[in-house]
């Protein structure tokens, strides 16, 4: 069984760029939702995607955005960033939407200067 | 909204020493609780859960009961060792929802 994968493991981008975060999820699973990790801080929910339609979001702006496809593997897009945008981005799957035991990947660390 | 407090680490034990984390919950319903541990350099793991009340969750020498009349799920281990060292979040999900709220986490240095 293969667990929550992420790349890149990490990236540096400049203020104002754009970014793709990848996700692929555990085997069998059909949900994926995404996360942000403040430096010190606990993981924040930013959304989460069901059968390639968004299925809840937490406080977070429109810049922030992602897709699922066919094969339940998820991006993370992020326009325009910003400094406050530097953390680690984890990617949870789970059986279901409903089914709130989620599976985490290792993240990806990204920098913004 | 539902939110989630634990304990302010660093916390520093030696080998062998009992573990207590403190975590307290604000949520309405019944919350299924959690707690998550992040191992350095490594995504967070599921270390243990209960989703009713008095409902013990164990793993690895871990436990926590949901103690829903003190909002509590403190983390407990009778004998640590440093292989625990890591960071310890706390985490509700509200039935219904699929979201999980986490605590801030707290740090374990255990020493030899």
């Known amino acids: ?113 | 909204g539902d939110s989630v407090t634990q304990m302010e680490g660093p916390v520093t034990l030696s080998e062998e020493a009992f573990l207590t984390i403190n975590c307290t919950y604000t949520a309405t319903g019944y919350p299924s609780l959690f707690w998550y541990v992040q191992y350095p350099g490594e995504g967070l793991q599921l270390l243990l859960k209960a989703t009713k009340a008095d409902d013990k969750g164990s793993n690895k020498g871990f436990e926590a009961t949901y103690r829903k009349e003190t909002t509590s799920f403190h983390l407990e281990k009778g004998s640590v060792q440093v292989s625990d060292s890591a960071v310890y979040f706390c985490a509700l999900s509200s039935r219904g929802d699929d979201k999980i709220i986490f605590g801030k986490g707290t740090r374990l240095h255990i020493l030899p």
């Open chain 1, 1 to 113: 069984e293969t667990g929550v994968t992420q790349s890149p493991t990490h990236l540096i981008k400049t203020r104002g760029q754009q970014v793709t975060l990848r996700c692929s999820s555990q085997s069998g699973h059909n949900t994926v939702s995404w996360y942000q990790q403040a430096l010190g801080q606990g993981p924040q929910f930013i959304f989460q995607y069901y059968r390639e339609e968004e299925n809840g979001r937490g406080n977070f702006p429109p810049r922030f955005s992602g897709l699922q496809f066919p094969n339940y593997s998820s991006e993370l897009n992020v326009n325009a960033l910003e400094l406050d945008d530097s953390a680690l981005y984890l990617c949870a799957s789970s059986l279901f939407t409903g089914h709130n035991e989620q599976f985490f990947g290792p993240g990806t660390r990204l920098t913004v200067l």
